[in-house]
């Protein structure tokens, strides 16, 4: 439930604003504004709720956490009103709106808090009521910047509902220090409030974690599996070697080799291609082995990989719990969930995981030109279209390791489809190690000349994109 105007009004009498300073500026959600004052030598802060059900000005007494990357509205306040002087504090009427006035020398600046649930706002205006910047843009109601803010109609109040509106809640299940309305109703939002409560966002931790945690296990399950499947490779290869061994027994008709294992001294039996002869068969079992080499190597990084982000996300977990403070609660959990458009990336472009490899792709010629000045060593393999404009890729490299077929070709593919060749389907490309590419001179940014290059022919996989999640 929001304050009603008798509760706003009481809370405005506790604070006393007139005359106190703006020290700092603190908006750490997209609905709650934090102005930390300073009067007669005493510092307070003054949290702002515009979340629906939750509307309210008061002060707070804990500690408001800063929002890892600075917000509009906020950067306008710091820029405007920021070390001004609180000259004026009113609540107009029985209305729940609240104004206050800034000074700084001539300049003057009103503000109007609207605490109304479904339609609050902060707006910011000059003398004129020129509306200079506003919490929540909404063209509609002309809150906008360069609009007109009107205020709304002060009516008389009859005795009904004078009566009505002086009703002021006691809080008397809010245990506090001091006693003062403004604590009762900052530790009762605290406990209760629809958006910052912490029953209420200990509950949303608690479902977030739920289903990441067991989405990584069911994932985690499924690369051990695979993993166990690949534990008979040295039973591969000793198969090979059997073939070898007795490879004079093939007929060309029998779909089973039977022979005797030298290392067991027991007699066991093979199943081989009759069309093929001894060291094609016998290739199959050693092809099957390198595979499960090379796939064991990639899961345990996958592996390892996934039981680092469980741990990670069981600590998380584990300190929303014992946090007591819901804004710092919600701000952990808005970096839990916050929209991969959101998450502020290491580097401009595209970033693919695959198999323990990493590939990136630049989109325009600015996101390629800053991969490769930036992003990129001299071992990482590049790939791009011939012929056609579009992205450079990269294939990050690995100590020891050559690229795979199959992440040369996922490479390949991503070069292609963000190409102007992916009307076409198909395209060739060269690709070659980024200490062969040379920048070309008042060229175009992204221009490269590379050299030591080799040629792929791609046609456009459809499957493998999807696999990439394209």
């Given at each position: 439930?929001?304050?009603?105007?008798?509760?706003?009004?009481?809370?405005?009498?506790?604070?006393?604003?007139?005359?106190?300073?703006?020290?700092?500026?603190?908006?750490?959600?997209?609905?709650?504004?934090?102005?930390?004052?300073?009067?007669?030598?005493?510092?307070?802060?003054?949290?702002?709720?515009?979340?629906?059900?939750?509307?309210?000005?008061?002060?707070?007494?804990?500690?408001?956490?800063?929002?890892?990357?600075?917000?509009?509205?906020?950067?306008?306040?710091?820029?405007?009103?920021?070390?001004?002087?609180?000259?004026?504090?009113?609540?107009?009427?029985?209305?729940?709106?609240?104004?206050?006035?800034?000074?700084?020398?001539?300049?003057?600046?009103?503000?109007?808090?609207?605490?109304?649930?479904?339609?609050?706002?902060?707006?910011?205006?000059?003398?004129?009521?020129?509306?200079?910047?506003?919490?929540?843009?909404?063209?509609?109601?002309?809150e906008i910047t360069g609009g007109?803010?009107?205020?709304?109609?002060?009516?008389?109040?009859?005795?009904?509902?004078?009566?009505?509106?002086?009703?002021?809640?006691?809080?008397?299940?809010?245990?506090?220090?001091?006693?003062?309305?403004?604590?009762?109703?900052?530790?009762?939002y605290a406990l209760h409030s629809?958006?910052?409560?912490?029953?209420?966002?200990?509950?949303?931790?608690?479902?977030?974690y739920d289903t990441q945690r067991?989405?990584?296990?069911?994932?985690?399950?499924?690369?051990?599996?695979?993993?166990?499947?690949?534990?008979?490779?040295?039973?591969?290869?000793?198969?090979?070697?059997?073939?070898?061994?007795?490879?004079?027994?093939?007929?060309?008709?029998?779909?089973?080799?039977?022979?005797?294992?030298?290392?067991?001294?027991?007699?066991?039996?093979?199943?081989?291609?009759?069309?093929?002869?001894?060291?094609?068969?016998?290739?199959?079992?050693?092809?099957?082995?390198?595979?499960?080499?090379?796939?064991?190597?990639?899961?345990?990084?996958?592996?390892?990989?996934?039981?680092?982000?469980?741990?990670?996300?069981?600590?998380?977990?584990?300190?929303?719990?014992?946090?007591?403070?819901?804004?710092?609660?919600?701000?952990?959990?808005?970096?839990?969930?916050?929209?991969?458009?959101?998450?502020?990336?290491?580097?401009?472009?595209?970033?693919?995981?695959?198999?323990?490899?990493?590939?990136?792709?630049?989109?325009?010629?600015?996101?390629?030109?800053?991969?490769?000045?930036?992003?990129?060593?001299?071992?990482?393999?590049?790939?791009?279209?011939?012929?056609?404009?579009?992205?450079?890729?990269?294939?990050?490299?690995?100590?020891?390791?050559?690229?795979?077929?199959?992440?040369?070709?996922?490479?390949?593919?991503?070069?292609?489809?963000?190409?102007?060749?992916?009307?076409?389907?198909?395209?060739?490309?060269?690709?070659?190690?980024?200490?062969?590419?040379?920048?070309?001179?008042?060229?175009?940014?992204?221009?490269?000349?590379?050299?030591?290059?080799?040629?792929?022919?791609?046609?456009?996989?459809?499957?493998?994109?999807?696999?990439?999640?394209?």
């Amino acid at each position: 439930m929001s304050l009603n105007a008798a509760e706003i009004s009481l809370i405005l009498t506790e604070l006393n604003l007139k005359d106190a300073f703006i020290r700092q500026i603190i908006q750490n959600s997209f609905d709650t504004i934090c102005f930390n004052i300073f009067k007669n030598g005493m510092s307070k802060n003054i949290l702002i709720c515009l979340a629906a059900g939750s509307c309210r000005i008061h002060e707070t007494f804990s500690e408001v956490p800063k929002n890892e990357k600075p917000l509009r509205f906020m950067q306008f306040l710091k820029a405007h009103i920021k070390g001004c002087r609180i000259s004026e504090c009113e609540q107009i009427g029985l209305e729940r709106i609240v104004k206050i006035v800034f000074t700084r020398g001539d300049e003057k600046l009103l503000m109007f808090i609207r605490l109304w649930s479904g339609a609050a706002n902060i707006i910011v205006t000059d003398e004129s009521l020129k509306i200079l910047d506003v919490f929540f843009r909404r063209p509609k109601r002309n809150e906008i910047t360069g609009g007109t803010f009107i205020l709304p109609e002060i009516r008389e109040r009859n005795e009904n509902e004078k009566a009505k509106y002086s009703i002021v809640r006691n809080f008397d299940e809010v245990k506090t220090k001091n006693g003062t309305f403004n604590e009762k109703v900052d530790k009762w939002y605290a406990l209760h409030s629809q958006s910052l409560s912490l029953k209420v966002l200990r509950e949303q931790a608690q479902k977030h974690y739920d289903t990441q945690r067991s989405r990584m296990e069911n994932a985690l399950l499924k690369l051990e599996e695979k993993r166990n499947s690949f534990l008979f490779a040295e039973q591969w290869k000793h198969q090979g070697d059997l073939i070898l061994s007795f490879g004079h027994l093939i007929d060309n008709e029998k779909k089973i080799l039977e022979c005797t294992d030298y290392i067991t001294n027991s007699v066991i039996r093979i199943p081989i291609d009759p069309k093929k002869n001894t060291h094609e068969n016998a290739a199959i079992f050693y092809d099957k082995y390198k595979k499960a080499v090379s796939g064991l190597e990639e899961l345990e990084i996958d592996i390892s990989k996934l039981k680092s982000e469980i741990l990670n996300i069981d600590l998380i977990y584990e300190k929303i719990q014992k946090e007591e403070n819901p804004l710092r609660i919600e701000q952990m959990l808005r970096k839990q969930t916050k929209p991969k458009q959101q998450i502020i990336k290491k580097h401009p472009g595209l970033q693919y995981e695959i198999s323990g490899w990493t590939i990136l792709v630049g989109r325009t010629s600015t996101e390629n030109d800053e991969l490769l000045r930036h992003h990129t060593k001299g071992l990482d393999m590049w790939l791009h279209c011939r012929d056609f404009s579009g992205a450079f890729v990269f294939i990050k490299n690995r100590p020891g390791k050559t690229v795979p077929l199959d992440i040369l070709l996922d490479a390949a593919n991503l070069a292609v489809y963000f190409s102007k060749a992916r009307k076409n389907g198909k395209a060739n490309l060269f690709y070659t190690q980024v200490k062969h590419l040379r920048r070309a001179k008042n060229a175009s940014k992204g221009t490269v000349l590379p050299t030591n290059e080799k040629n792929i022919y791609i046609s456009l996989d459809k499957e493998r994109l999807r696999k990439l999640g394209i």
